[in-house]
T-cell receptor, first 115, second 115 residues
Framework: DADVTQTPRNRITKTGKRIMLECSQTKGHDRMYWYRQDPGLGLRLIYYSFDVKDINKGEISDGYSVSRQAQAKFSLSLESAIPNQTALYFCATSDLTGTGNYEQYFGPGTRLTVT | RKEVEQDPGPFNVPEGATVAFNCTYS??????FFWYRQDCRKEPKLLMSVYSSGNEDGRFTAQLNRASQYISLLIRDSKLSDSATYLCVVNLANAGGTSYGKLTFGQGTILTVHP
């Protein structure tokens, strides 16, 4: 089984709808992240959480919210979806490695289309 | 100026060729460095960390030049399976040297290896 899972894998929704993307991990990591990826722009950080009671905005948090329900779960919500939120969304986890670096492990991604 | 810049390519090389990618970063407080590989429509996966002394993993060699703030990846004896997008990634630290635990991604360099 995959260590980091995302649901749904694909979603088409209409402008104005509320949508939630879910992420679960079995790696036991404290840190979790949400990114979006757009062609030519690379991955951009939306929100991140360093433990269950910690939520931090990334570089493009407007229009999004998150919930860290447990160490293993981190959900991303779009309260009122708009077409420019069409993108590939990745969840990631990390923990401190022996070298002092935070290597990240990604879920398979959710392809979201807002019409 | 982008925090992490890469030549997007694409690089088209024949099997067996040697190919090199460079990446520059703007923040001198960057602490740790990585190359990730991303196959089409898949999640990024860690290829290798980049250490100050340079490091090698089979056909892959990574170098770091802190003075010039650039990172390189060299692939020798290219294989068809090396075709992917290669993402340059940096991790910032604060003035005390403590990692923020957030990664900043370059937009990626596309490599296509052909027969």
């Amino acid at each position: 089984d995959a260590d980091v899972t995302q649901t749904p894998r694909n979603r088409i929704t209409k402008t104005g709808k509320r949508i939630m993307l879910e992420c679960s991990q079995t790696k036991g990591h404290d840190r979790m992240y949400w990114y979006r990826q757009d062609p030519g722009l690379g991955l951009r950080l939306i929100y991140y959480s360093f433990d269950v009671k910690d939520i931090n905005k990334g570089e493009i948090s407007d229009g999004y919210s998150v919930s860290r329900q447990a160490q293993a779960k981190f959900s991303l919500s779009l309260e009122s979806a708009i077409p420019n939120q069409t993108a590939l969304y990745f969840c990631a986890t990390s923990d401190l490695t022996g070298t002092g670096n935070y290597e990240q492990y990604f879920g398979p991604g959710t392809r979201l289309t807002v019409t | 100026r982008k925090e992490v810049e890469q030549d997007p390519g694409p690089f088209n090389v024949p099997e067996g060729a040697t190919v090199a990618f460079n990446c520059t970063y703007s923040n001198s407080a960057s602490q740790s460095f990585f190359w990730y590989r991303q196959d089409c429509r898949k999640e990024p996966k860690l290829l290798m960390s980049v250490y100050s002394s340079g490091n090698e993993d089979g056909r892959f060699t990574a170098q770091l030049n802190r003075a010039s703030q650039y990172i390189s990846l060299l692939i020798r004896d290219s294989k068809l399976s090396d075709s992917a997008t290669y993402l340059c990634v940096v991790n910032l630290a604060n003035a005390g040297g403590t990692s923020y635990g957030k990664l900043t991604f370059g937009q990626g360099t596309i490599l296509t290896v052909h027969p």
